[in-house]
């Protein structure tokens, strides 16, 4: 079947670190992957996506590669700020439907 | 108003009560989703619709009825809601069938966090 594995939270860290969260995925076919982020109080919403193999997400600073020989899509940023403090969500489709990993939370503290 | 927006945002009902929740996208979608989520657990997918016809009902209860009356608009109705059911429903929007599954992207609404007494 399809399913997401992401790292356990929460993941807590310093203003300007490094940020780096796990994500595996199980899936038929050949799914597209995604990352979204729900800060407090709010939906969804799309990070990033990469729809084939090797396909590199970017946005906001964040990246993630679409690995097909380690079946991952690790979410990566540089240096990460305050206002990164949020659930981040690792997710796959295949077809018309999104299956989500369970979400990682990140605390960034200055 | 852009996006996906969703009505209320906040709601407590007892086991009794009969409410319902709107969603409105102002994407130009055809397809629309509800999804329920519950602290500590995935998001759990409950039903997709595609230029107003349902495709999926993913097991869930009967005391939950959708209805989508246009491409715009979605609704789930409400009653006789268990404590248990008490949790954040959000709606999502996306291109649908007509688009290429690989490149259809899912846009969220805010949620409605519902409060079962």
């Known amino acids: 079947g399809n399913s997401v594995t992401q790292m356990e939270g929460p993941v807590t860290l310093s203003e300007e670190a490094f940020l780096t969260i796990n994500c595996t995925y199980t899936?038929?076919?050949?799914?597209?992957l995604f990352w979204y982020v729900q800060y407090p109080g709010e939906g969804l919403q799309l990070l990033l996506k990469?729809?084939?193999?090797?396909d590199k997400g970017s946005n906001k600073g964040f990246e993630a590669t679409y690995r097909k020989e380690t079946t991952s899509f690790h979410l990566e940023k540089g240096s990460v700020q305050v206002s990164d403090s949020a659930v981040y969500f690792c997710?796959?489709?295949?077809?018309?439907?999104?299956?989500f990993g369970t979400g990682t939370r990140l605390q960034v503290f200055p | 108003e852009t996006g996906v927006t969703q009505t209320p945002r906040h709601l407590v009902m007892g086991m009794t009560n009969k409410k319902s929740l709107k969603c409105e996208q102002h994407?130009?979608?055809?397809?629309m989703y509800w999804y329920k989520q519950s602290a500590k657990k995935p998001l759990e997918l409950m039903f997709v619709?595609?230029?107003?016809?349902?495709?999926e009902n993913n097991s869930v209860p009967s005391r939950f009825s959708p209805e989508c009356p246009n491409s715009s608009h979605l609704f789930l109705h409400l009653h006789t809601l268990q404590p248990e059911d008490s949790a954040l429903y959000l709606c999502?929007?996306?291109?649908?069938?007509?688009?290429?599954?690989?490149?259809?992207?899912?846009?969220f609404g805010p949620g409605t966090r519902l409060t079962v007494l």
């Open positions: 997710a796959l489709s295949v077809g018309d439907k999104l299956i």
């Open positions: 999502a929007s996306s291109q649908g069938t007509v688009a290429d599954y690989r490149t259809d992207t899912q846009y």
């Open positions: 619709y595609n230029f107003k016809e349902q495709t």
């Open positions: 899936a038929t076919g050949y799914p597209s």
């Open positions: 990469a729809t084939k193999a090797d």
């Open positions: 994407l130009g979608h055809n397809a």
